[in-house]
């Protein structure tokens, strides 16, 4: 088997439920971030191997049906990240000043380069609106980055131009301290309209893609949550804030309670017959749009250099909120 150079190995073990299931299909459900025909490929090459008797065996028939109890291992190669290139990528800058940049990032623009996404991503845009002068602690490809937003979600993101910034903001983001506030339409209404969801957020054991609230392991999770407008019983806006940064946190919270967030490609199950109360006008938007309905709408933040508390929003005129308006029409 091929092992130079290993950078990360997947062991999945095949439950009850998956037994029968193609090989390429069962680890491409298991191992996040890999197509099946990424998956076929590592297989063509060598990266996967089938355990028997404590022995690892090159698995390379995609086609083969997988057995309760089976052992797979994937073995990801390293790869040497290429240093990202700036590129002209249109930017809405809400705030700049010699420390810190804050932008409003459009659903659909990945944060950073990876698998799948080598550039055109807001990295790409920072490096060419800011030059230099981003931090370099996040590394060759995340330099500035000190927090994320999924690729679908929109809303307001900050950036550090320098180490020293960087730092400062990461304290925040640590201690939770940074006030993070965000816009969702999601199906059904919230009752009682206002509350708290709790739960430690972790790998899904059903999908390894997903994450969801887990009795075991996880990462502590809070969301405050409340109803600001509602359209009938079908869906309703509702502000959620954060008090932690989990993976997908306020997707997995709002689906955990029966109000799965409009739009979400992953955890927006559930809004079929609440669809069909909506009017055909409203009905041809949702069908149409490629992103969940949430936005980032507030940043608060202590600003590294002055101390200041900054408090920046976008609290009307914003997707959400135009999405919401096209919605009742």
Not at 8 to 21: D, I, L, S
Not at 183 to 203: D, S, Y
Not at 237 to 266: A, F, K, N, W, Y
Request: glycine letters at 10%.
């Amino acid at each position: 088997m091929k092992n130079n150079n290993i950078q990360t190995t997947y062991t999945v073990k095949v439950p009850k439920n998956k037994a029968g299931v193609r090989l390429d299909k069962f680890l491409a459900e298991e191992v996040e971030g890999y197509s099946r025909s990424r998956i076929k490929a590592l297989m063509d090459q060598g990266h996967v191997t089938l355990t028997l008797k404590s022995v690892e065996q090159p698995a390379q028939d995609a086609s083969r049906k997988v057995r309760d109890g089976e052992e797979y291992t994937v073995h990801i190669p390293a790869v040497v990240a290429a240093e990202p290139v700036a590129q002209d990528i249109p930017l809405h800058v809400v705030y700049e000043d010699d420390d810190v940049i804050v932008i409003d990032k459009p659903p659909g623009l990945v944060v950073h380069p990876a698998a799948g996404n080598a550039d055109g991503t807001l990295v790409n845009a920072l490096l060419f609106h800011c030059g230099a002068s981003l931090s370099g602690i996040g590394g060759v490809a995340r330099p500035g980055i000190v927090h994320r937003l999924d690729k679908g979600t929109g809303g307001l993101m900050i950036a550090a131009k320098n180490d020293a910034a960087h730092v400062a903001l990461c304290e925040q983001f640590a201690d939770h301290s940074m006030d993070r506030a965000y816009l969702a339409l999601v199906w059904g209404v919230p009752m009682p309209p206002k509350g708290t969801i709790e739960g430690h957020i972790g790998r899904s054991p059903q999908n390894r893609k997903k994450m969801a609230i887990v009795d075991r392991g996880g990462k502590s999770a809070v969301t405050h949550f409340k109803v600001l407008k509602t359209l009938g019983d079908v869906a309703a806006l509702v502000e959620c804030r954060l008090e932690t940064g989990r993976t997908h946190q306020i997707r997995v919270h709002m689906t955990s309670i029966g109000h799965p967030i409009i739009g979400d490609p992953v955890y927006g199950g559930g809004g079929k017959s609440r669809r069909s109360k909506l009017t055909p006008h409203a009905r041809a938007i949702v069908d149409q749009l490629d992103h969940q309905a949430l936005y980032a709408y507030e940043l608060g933040f202590v600003h590294p250099t002055t101390q200041e508390k900054m408090f920046l929003q976008n609290q009307k005129d914003n997707l959400i909120c135009n999405l919401y308006d096209e919605l009742k029409i």
